[in-house]
């Protein structure tokens, strides 16, 4: 995005927060990215898959960019 963007130790804080560490903030508590993160490591990690998850680019004053890949071969099946 184009909007005010995260300084290093904000950017810190929200990958911490993405490996299970606290909130990073009382107005956007960064859950919703929480369990897209989440998701995507249930989903897509394990069985030989190297799934790192959310990827975050953040300059202040410039935006930034949040992106993650998503494996051709797809990921866990929960039906038997």
């Keep these: 995005d184009n909007g005010p963007g995260m300084d290093p130790d ?3 804080a929200l990958y911490g ?6 909130a990073i903030s009382t ?7 929480v ?5 995507l ?8 898959m190297n ?7 953040s300059k202040l ?3 930034t960019t949040i992106s ?4 051709n071969n797809g990921g866990y099946s929960y039906e038997s």
């Design 68 to 71: 993650f890949e998503i494996p």
């Design 27 to 33: 107005k956007g508590t960064g859950i919703g990215l």
């Design 10 to 12: 904000t950017l810190e």
């Design 41 to 48: 490591k249930l989903y897509y990690a394990g069985e030989g």
């Design 61 to 63: 004053s410039e935006g």
């Design 51 to 57: 799934m790192e998850g959310m990827r975050i680019d």
């Design 35 to 39: 369990n897209v993160q989440r998701r």
């Design 17 to 22: 927060a993405l490996e299970g560490g606290p």
